[in-house]
Each structure stands twice: as C-alpha cells, then as structure tokens.
C-alpha cells in the first residue's frame, strides 16, 4: 500500500525516531470517514482514561504552593532544597543505606534525567549499552552526545531478562554505562532480586555504572516486588532517575530526578559533583511551585491511592493479557507485572499481506481507528507495543477491533 510504504520510509530512513513521533505519523492515517471513535493505547499516559487520575493531595499541594506566592521567582538550579530532600528521603525508604538531599537534582520529567546521566558519562570514543527492546530517547541523547550505541537483548523467553552473555561481550574499555528500565517499558517485566544482582555483579566486574530507570517505580503487580537498583550501589555505582509522572499519574507535570546511589563510588568524588552542578545551571527544572508541592505530595499521599492504581493497573492487564490470546496471528511471550505496557510477537507467516510491523500499525489505524505502536519505534522489530493503562471498556473495544482486523488478514488456509 503506498501510504504504508511512506511511513516505513519515513520510520526508517531517519536516524532515531521518537515514540511520540511514531504515533503522530500514525495519527495521520486515521480515517474519521469509518465512524469509528479514535482509541489510542500507543503512548503511556493513563491521564487520558478517567480510570485513572492524581491523588488529591498532589493537586491540593500544589494550589497551596502557588497561592503562597512564595514561589515564583527561580529556584536553585539543582532543585529547592526541600525537594531534594523530600526525594531522598523517599528513595531510601527502599534502600539498604540512606540518601541525602546532596545526592538528589531535580529534573524536567525523566527525559531530562536521561539527557543528563549521557551528557556526565560521554565522553569521545566512549560507548553505552542499551537494551533492545527499550525506550528511544534513549538512542536520541546518545546521538547528540556522540556516544556509540551497543544493544545487548533482552530474552522474551526469560521474562525478558538481561542477555548477560551479550553485555560482557559487547562491553570494553570504552563503555560507560549500562542501561536498565525496571520495571519495564516496553516489555511489562519487573526484574527479581536475583536478576538485578546478577546485573550488577556483572557492571562491577566490567567497571562500568548503571544507569538504572526506574519512571515506573512500585508500579509492580506481578510475582516479583520492585527493587531498586540501588539496593546494589554499595558495589556498583548506580544513577538513579525517575519521576512523579507514573506512579502520581501526572506526566505533564515534568517533575524528575537524576540520582547519584552510590553511596562508596565514583559519584562522591568532589570533580564530578562539581561537573553535574555545572550542567544544572544550563538546564530549566519544573516550574518552582511544582517543585515546592513535592514534600507534601510525596509524605502525604494515603496508601489506598497506590493500590487502586496497582489493582486497575492489575485488572487491564489481565484483559489485555486474556483477549489477546483469542487473537489469531499474535502472541504474548509473558503475562505483563508491571509498568503500562506489554510487547506483542507479530506472526507474519499468518498474514496474508501484510508486510511487517510499520505496515501492520498503519493498516489497523486506518481501517479500526486502533493506535498501537509498532515494535520497531522500541527496536524489535516485527513486534508490537500496546499500552493497557485504559478503561476497561475502551480497552476491550479496542483489542476486540485488533481481533476483527487480525482476522480479516489472516491467511485462509486450503484444505485438499
């Protein structure tokens, strides 16, 4: 199909593409002439379904703190101090060690937390190992700071654990880092204790950091419990980066951290502390108030709020999870247990003309008014992504679509 081809052209003919820029050229294709409402589960914003929404505490603080007028004018460039230390405070709940405010920077949204820990690792000639599939931005900041990318694999059939092997062989004296997303976007893996100290011993014996994100902390509804990576920051250095947008359900508020959990390491040395602040002052943090609403939003949000997120989170994965296993030509290697997403196998073979993932995506657009994300955008390719953070309702249509458009493609087979 022409169309098609165009956005396969598009995709891979630039350098890096963005999530976000994927599904706008999807967007394009949507018929409005089919009569079909528009349902999105490409992008991980919960915010657009009712289901889900913010404590009333983080919308309270944050009124209080604008109404102050007290915080208007610029905040440190490193954050205000007493969101670092609500942060740190925070963070060590879950750590063998404690944080202080000094370990803390307070960034726009994750997507600067990224930025930052490549632009304080690269270096020229320098590598970092990111895993496939994984989040694209990460790819982008490695562009602009002209490190080379190295991807090791994740393992479908393993829960999408870390190919080790593939990290020791790929790594040299020129490797600065590790990435690891857990819980896991795309995939819907959170990481047991075992694996991630596997993982660290493994960074300890290269000599190389992780760089651990963790966007999706706590948002674990599987048999395995969030663990931080910096539960092992005694013996490998570990920058932790994360947010309030997932487990707060309020991304556009772009309140992130870049954590230094290294409590022996090479992150306490006083030249690179120095080096990070430096940075800081070019950069634009959150607005002050939002920071400013941090203390409170964190030390003042009830239990209850978590869990209901956890067990809607639980009850559309289930659905997901469920329905697509009556979907011919796809198929689910794990049943998510974590974070908002889930990776799909594309069978092609089943297909009868349909040419790949990219082309798959546009025609299920077209045809159902159905968002997916084409698991080439995350770098796997004849896979799909598909976000369950959706209303129930909206979920099951749109899966039930995905159904009807499986099988009007699905190869007829001949019977003699």
Not at 15 to 42: A, P, V, W
Not at 75 to 88: D, E, H, K, M, N
Not at 213 to 235: C, I, K, Q, R, T
Not at 360 to 374: G, Q
Request: net charge neutral; with cysteine.
């Amino acid at each position: 199909m022409e169309n098609g081809t165009v956005l396969n052209h598009e995709m891979e003919t630039a350098s890096t593409i963005t999530i976000k820029g994927t599904l706008s050229l999807l967007m394009q294709y949507i018929d409005e002439k089919n009569g079909k409402r528009l349902i999105s589960l490409g992008i991980g914003d919960p915010t657009v379904y009712s289901c889900f929404h913010t404590t009333h505490v983080a919308g309270e603080a944050v009124a209080e703190a604008l109404q102050s007028e007290k915080f208007n004018g610029y905040s440190p460039t490193v954050g205000l101090p007493q969101t670092r230390r609500a942060i740190a405070e925070y963070l060590s709940c879950d750590l063998p060690y404690k944080l202080s405010s000094d370990d803390v920077f307070v960034t726009s949204g994750c997507t600067q937390a990224i930025d930052v820990a490549l632009a304080m690792l690269g270096r020229p000639g320098a590598n970092i190992l990111l895993p496939r599939p994984g989040f694209p931005i990460y790819e982008l900041c490695a562009t602009f700071r002209r490190l080379e990318v190295r991807y090791f694999d994740l393992l479908p059939k393993k829960g999408w654990e870390v190919d080790l092997d593939s990290v020791e062989a790929l790594a040299d004296q020129n490797t600065v880092g590790l990435v690891i997303i857990n819980p896991g976007n795309p995939c819907g893996n959170v990481y047991s204790y075992q694996h991630l100290k596997k993982i660290a011993e493994t960074a300890e014996k290269l000599k190389i950091p992780v760089i651990a994100d963790e966007v999706y902390g706590h948002l674990a509804f599987g048999d395995n419990p969030f663990v931080p990576m910096g539960v092992f920051g005694s013996f490998v250095p570990v920058l932790t980066l994360g947010s309030l947008s997932k487990r707060w359900i309020v991304p556009g508020w772009r309140l992130g951290w870049f954590v230094t959990s290294d409590p022996c390491g090479m992150f306490k040395n006083p030249k690179i502390i120095e080096r990070i602040k430096k940075y800081f002052d070019i950069l634009g943090g959150p607005a002050t108030f939002i920071q400013a609403a941090v203390p409170r939003i964190i030390g003042q949000t009830d239990e209850v709020f978590f869990r209901k997120t956890i067990n809607t989170l639980k009850q559309t994965s289930d659905i997901c999870w469920d329905m697509i296993q009556e979907i011919p030509c796809i198929s689910c290697p794990q049943k998510p247990q974590g974070s908002m997403a889930v990776m799909i196998k594309l069978n092609l073979s089943d297909l009868e003309d349909i040419s790949d993932d990219i082309d798959f995506c546009f025609r299920l657009a077209k045809e159902e008014s159905v968002i997916i994300l084409p698991g080439t955008a995350v770098g796997l390719k004849n896979w799909l992504r598909v976000t369950f953070a959706a209303d129930p309702p909206s979920l099951k249509e749109a899966l039930g679509r995905l159904k009807s458009f499986c099988e009007r493609h699905t190869k007829i087979m001949q019977i003699y």
